[in-house]
């Protein structure tokens, strides 16, 4: 049964880092992507980045390029979000999720399939 299930989530200091996992058991497939979004208290949920299933390639929002990287292990049908270098304003609730076909793209409307997500907090 295709499921995605966060984990790594934590409370780290500002400069500390965190890895978060998504398995991703059913979602592997090349023509799949798979986007990582946060969602802060009180505000709306944005996209972090997101993975092509397929070829591997990534894309990430300019708030965290340099910061975070995106991977993926087929055999372990997990994605990873590596996120480096944390700052207080990355806190929040970290989701991955999924869509079958279409292109890039780091609108959750377009992404049909969520986990249950996993609380980072990023203290100064």
């Known amino acids: 049964q295709a499921h995605l299930v966060e984990s790594g989530g934590g409370s780290v200091q500002a400069g500390g880092s965190l890895r978060l996992s998504c398995a991703a058991s059913?979602?592997?497939?090349?023509?799949?992507?798979m986007g990582w979004f946060r969602q802060a208290p009180g505000q709306e949920r944005v996209g972090v980045g997101l993975?092509?299933?397929?070829?591997?390639?990534?894309l990430y929002a300019d708030s965290v390029r340099g910061r975070f990287a995106i991977s993926q292990d087929k055999a372990k049908n997990t994605v990873y979000l590596q996120m480096n270098d944390l700052k207080p304003e990355d806190t929040g609730m970290y989701y991955c999720?999924?869509?079958?076909?279409?292109?890039?793209?780091?609108?959750?409307?377009?992404?049909?399939?969520w986990g249950q997500g996993t609380q980072v907090t990023v203290s100064s």
């Open positions: 059913g979602y592997m497939a090349s023509r799949n992507w």
């Open positions: 999720a999924a869509k079958r076909g279409g292109s890039w793209s780091l609108d959750e409307d377009d992404y049909n399939y």
């Open positions: 993975i092509y299933i397929g070829g591997g390639g990534t």
